[in-house]
């Protein structure tokens, strides 16, 4: 064991040690871990909360969509879908007819957007949409079948096998409105999506849709989904600029982006902010061994009348404060890992406990505290607290090594 080791260690385990430094000394050391180990934890939840998005709501809203300018639908569309076919960015292609209309069961009424797909794309359309088999089956086979989610079946109080009058505006020529148009339509089954998207999405066949609406092409546009749907910003306008109609471009940011940059914002808030609690904690190091320093000027000056550089003294008072945010540092990052791992059965346990919720799904698009440990982010952290446990050590260890000898020991 080295002789800095040995004296960093005595000086810092000294009993005699006035307690106020040793309350201080504890403080930065508490204060360092419990800032690790919240951003960590933090971190892990902004993660989990962004692979949710990805694997729950992006996997059943469209990442990119193309709409026809032409009010008679997007000509010449399955020669398009074929040329999309051939990108391996895309991982789902199928067009579209979308319109908002009303539903009415009764007296009652309920806003709808009502998204209406090809029979052709059915088994990756029942993949999205997590509608059981037997239900799909029989919504493609029949022409005036609808898919309603889940929370607007709720509202207007139906169940599978009962009709619905479903009211479409109809626009004139001169931009002028008309009496809306009115379909009945057999409710064949429930969409499971998540949270406020089954209060408004259904589903019913592309084909009446667009001969309601009078898209003569057949399809309104084509959606795609892709490998990335982060990337979805940069591809969107990438395809649509080479595709031969016009079109107008929309990507689910500009939709449903701003839960992903409200993740962001909170990620990059908290970050920002726990960063300067370890940082305030590490200034509890500074007043530590600035007191640490006055206190044992005598032991310093007889290390130096005994031979000891001041390069020894440096060494010796900045390991001393270093193993303060090193031991902070550890029991935050073990705890912060431990709880990151386990949230979800501790908030659980904790939701149980209370008898509260902490997220509800009729809200949000998951009833849950997702967490995600994301290693590289746990070592960042680890690493930013010792760095600055280290620079919060260099004014007091510099300070201890101007001691004159001479004039303490003279005293």
Not at 5 to 32: C, D, E, P, Y
Not at 195 to 200: F, K, V
Not at 211 to 218: C, F, H, M, P, Y
Not at 221 to 232: C, E, K, M, N, S
Request: contains cysteine.
């Amino acid at each position: 064991m080295s002789l800095v080791f040995k004296l960093a260690w005595r000086f810092r385990a000294n009993k005699r040690q006035n307690g106020f430094i040793s309350f201080i000394s504890a403080s930065s050391t508490v204060g360092i871990g419990l800032g690790c180990f919240v951003l960590i934890l933090l971190l892990s939840v902004m993660n989990g909360f962004e692979r949710e998005l990805k694997d729950r709501l992006l996997a059943i809203i469209p990442h990119g969509e193309y709409t026809a300018v032409d009010i008679e639908g997007l000509a010449n569309w399955p020669e398009e879908i074929v040329k999309l076919s051939h990108d391996p960015r895309i991982t789902f292609i199928e067009p579209f007819v979308k319109a908002t209309g009303m539903l009415q069961k009764g007296n009652l009424l309920k806003a709808v957007e009502m998204s209406a797909v090809s029979p052709d794309f059915a088994e990756q359309n029942q993949q999205v949409t997590q509608v059981s088999n037997e239900q799909w089956q029989a919504f493609i086979r029949s022409e005036n079948g609808v898919l309603l989610g889940q929370g607007i079946m709720q509202h207007l109080d139906v169940k599978v096998g009962d009709s619905v009058q479903l009211l479409l505006p109809q626009i004139s020529a001169d931009l002028s409105l008309r009496a809306p148009k009115s379909l009945w339509l057999e409710v064949l089954g429930s969409l499971n999506l998540e949270g406020e998207l089954s209060n408004h999405i259904a589903v019913m066949q592309m084909s009446l849709a667009a001969e309601s609406l009078g898209v003569k092409n057949g399809a309104q546009g084509i959606r795609l989904r892709f490998v990335d749907p982060f990337a979805a910003p940069s591809i969107v306008p990438e395809l649509g600029f080479a595709m031969e109609p016009e079109v107008y471009m929309s990507d689910w940011t500009r939709t449903e982006g701003n839960l992903y940059q409200d993740i962001q914002l909170v990620r990059s808030v908290v970050y920002i902010a726990l960063i300067l609690v370890i940082a305030v904690a590490c200034f509890n190091i500074v007043s530590t061994l600035v007191m640490a320093v006055n206190e044992k000027q005598s032991e310093i000056a007889m290390l130096k009348s005994m031979g000891a550089k001041d390069s020894l003294i440096i060494q010796t008072f900045m390991l001393q404060g270093l193993l303060n945010g090193l031991i902070g540092t550890v029991w935050g990052v073990i705890l912060g890992v431990l709880m990151a791992l386990n949230l979800a059965d501790v908030a659980r346990f904790a939701e149980k406990l209370l008898n509260i919720q902490f997220l509800s799904g009729d809200v949000y698009f998951i009833d849950f505290l997702p967490s995600e440990l994301h290693w590289n982010e746990v070592a960042l952290t680890a690493i930013i607290a010792v760095i600055l446990s280290l620079l919060a050590t260099l004014y007091p260890a510099f300070k201890a090594a101007k001691i004159n000898p001479a004039r303490v020991l003279g005293h």
